[in-house]
């Protein structure tokens, strides 16, 4: 059974990200409230050297709380994407997403198949997508996990998620700032070539 590298420590919460205690460490303020994709920034931070590595994905049953963001019951499926964002070779974002089935119909079935290509790059070239604010929370490293697994990351990174409406289906998307992620300055989106 396949186990998330990082988990969250308490409630999802909103803006101001300044109001919280601890803060955040400085270069990572910026990133965590952009609200452009963050592939395109991180394409553009990597000049390009950018992957994604797919963990996990398959149908099923989402957390209790993801389900209640998407209002799904609680039995409901999901395809569950769990991914490594990797920037000059490094795993800089580990990213959950929880696709509900009925959001994954008509033109958004091919959200079902995206292997490699980054999410961002589908959901950011529909010119009706929309995006809820973004939540923020601390995640640990999943107890359950073997020590070698994601060895040298810290205990606690930082995340944050959002609901994106596409078709007006909704998808969430949640994505943790790892140990080897060291911006210098804020997000800067590189136009994303399909
Ligand atoms: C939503 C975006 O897509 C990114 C790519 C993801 C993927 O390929 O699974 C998941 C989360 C995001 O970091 C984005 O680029 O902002």
Redesign the pocket.
Known sequence: MHQSPYVPTGDWRGQPLEATQPQPPAPLLPWLEYSG????ALKHLSDGDFH?KVLNQGWQLPRAEECHVLKLHEHSRALV?E?L?YGRGQPW?Y?R?VLPLRSLQGKSRNLRS?ND?????L??SEPGIRRSDIQFNRLQRNPRLQPEVLCGEHENAWGRRST?WLRDKPLL?A?TFLSAFQPEGPPTATVINN
């Open positions: 994709s963050l592939t395109a994604v994407r991914v964002l974002v990213a997403s995206l290509q980054p999410l961002g790059e959901l950011f994106f998307v994505e």
